[in-house]
């Protein structure tokens, strides 16, 4: 079938290009497609002429020379080319659009982001191939995956197709877990194909299938919906002897295909083990272990975020697990994220480990609405559903107790999970340390409110440094320290001593518990 300029004018890589001049000869036939790198016009010479060829330039060494780039309009134009598309280029001069129309050469201005390969595959697949796919790959798959007096499910369906035409498939949950895998080759796993995604942020990427070099291997990614549940999709050419709109036809196939076999993925097993540890049912994640391939030695932390973007923590997550060698296991639901950090087989979760969990952790916050709660630090899956009710528990009064910080750690969770129970205890023990401020109503009412509010801030929120504790309540330092000494003489002791500080942050936590509470 005959393909001409206009047809070319349709395929992805021009949606966004404009034709310039010579839309009276938009019927050009296309039969090949190249770059025209020439820097000069002496080179030019080097093109014969292929009245069936577009040509790729961006005119490299004369972008600033309007009448050099004329004269390499009308070599192209006089040696029969199909078309010109020009790239790198904000604006076409007139003077060169003049020329294209008075030689009746299709000039096409292309998108200045755009890259030549693009445009250099999909003229191809379209010359080559135009609307009808190669049997070797298509009709040979569909044949494994109709066949319905051989096969009893989908998988087994597809498993034949895979092996037959030299491909891979792997299906994944929206959180990157894999559901489906058929492999025929094994020259890289399916764990550094994974960090690629994360890394190359193909849950974001517009285009229906994105191609990822995974240590030389092929592979192509794409979404895909399985009753209406999003999923993710890629495909390994073993071979690289496929195009990548040859590898787009196959998933539409494939996928259509799961919908005639009524394919259900199996469950999620790593989301199902967060899951269970989430809702504290330790037997369940006990179970789920093997099956989601972790073994408890191996969870470093167990964290929760909310009010950070998808996009935005994605993007961290990637860079950490390609900088630090750690695998982020977890499920998102909106703009809230349950998950965990494990290491990988021959790790040692040693504290270099943990600093950078935490340095991740600070990195997130950088969004004014981001909380991000963690334990890191665990022993196996006790300690992780352990830390996961720790979590859950606290982590909506925590930030009342502190509520100038982010990130949470199981230091600001245990402070505040203690004082939740004190407080729902009642009793002597919270009589007693309520008592410790007591001193606070025998001086005037102003005053004394004033005190206690400046210990407030120096030991729950600035860490009990008197500049910051200026900076948060917006008043001199001077006048920080004197306040300082005036509850020193309150109180009778010296409030920064250690056999001090401990009971009177939980006394200052839980007047700031009592007051959300009631």
Not at 185 to 193: E, L, S, V
Request: with cysteine; proline share 2%.
């Amino acid at each position: 079938m005959k393909v001409t300029v206009a047809d070319c004018l349709e395929l992805e890589a021009f949606a966004k290009a404009k034709v310039a001049a010579g839309k009276v000869n938009l019927t050009n036939e296309v039969k090949s497609i190249s770059v025209l790198d020439a820097g000069s016009e002496a080179e030019l010479d080097f093109y014969e002429g292929d009245r069936t060829e577009i040509l790729l330039t961006g005119f490299t060494g004369v972008r600033d020379d309007v009448e050099a780039q004329c004269r390499i309009l009308h070599h192209v134009a006089s040696h029969g080319y199909a078309a010109l598309a020009v790239y790198h280029m904000e604006k076409l001069d007139g003077k060169l659009i003049d020329t294209a129309e008075r030689e009746m050469l299709p000039l096409i201005q292309m998108p200045q982001d755009a890259g030549y390969s693009q445009a250099i595959n999909d003229v191809m697949d379209r010359v080559l191939y135009g609307d009808n796919f190669r049997n070797s790959l298509i009709s040979n798959t569909v044949f494994h995956l109709l066949n319905f007096e051989k096969h009893s499910n989908f998988q087994s369906a597809v498993r034949e197709a895979a092996i037959s035409n030299e491909f891979q498939l792997i299906i994944l949950s929206e959180d990157f877990n894999p559901i489906l895998t058929v492999e025929t080759r094994h020259k890289a796993t399916i764990a550094d194909a994974i960090k690629l995604g994360k890394e190359r942020n193909v849950e974001n990427e517009a285009k229906a299938y994105t191609m990822i070099d995974v240590n030389g291997v092929l592979t192509y990614w794409g979404p895909v919906t399985i009753n209406n549940e999003k999923y993710y999709m890629f495909i390994v050419d073993n071979e690289d002897s496929y195009t990548a709109g040859e590898i787009t036809k196959l998933a539409e196939i494939i996928e259509l295909a799961m919908g005639m076999w009524k394919y259900t993925p199996e469950r999620d097993a790593k989301a199902e083990f967060i899951k269970a540890l989430m809702r504290g049912n330790k037997s369940l994640a006990y179970t789920l272990k093997d099956e989601a391939r972790i073994s408890g030695d191996d969870i470093l932390s167990v964290f929760f975020s909310k009010g950070i973007s998808s996009e935005v923590e994605s993007q961290v997550f990637s860079e950490f697990e390609k900088q630090e060698d750690l695998n982020i296991m977890k499920i998102t639901e909106g703009d809230e994220t349950y998950g965990m950090i494990l290491t990988y087989e021959d790790q040692v979760a040693g504290t270099d480990l943990k600093n950078s969990c935490v340095q991740l952790f600070n990195r997130l916050k950088g969004n004014k609405g981001a909380r991000i709660f963690h334990v890191t630090g665990l022993n196996g899956i006790e300690g992780a559903g352990d830390a996961y009710r720790l979590i859950s528990e606290s982590w909506s009064f925590v930030q009342n107790v502190f509520p100038y910080k982010r990130v949470f750690t199981k230091y600001e969770l245990t402070l505040v999970s203690n004082c939740i129970n004190i407080q729902i205890q009642g009793g002597f023990v919270k009589k007693n340390y309520i008592e410790l401020l007591e001193p606070f109503k025998e001086t005037s009412e102003n005053k004394g409110k004033q005190l206690l509010e400046t210990l407030e801030t120096f030991v729950l929120d600035a860490g009990m440094n008197s500049g910051k504790t200026a900076e948060f309540m917006g008043i001199h330092t001077n006048t920080v320290q004197y306040r300082l000494k005036k509850i020193n003489e309150l109180l009778g002791v010296e409030i920064t001593g250690n056999r001090v500080i401990p009971g009177l942050t939980m006394a200052l936590a839980l007047k700031r518990l009592e007051r959300v509470v009631n």
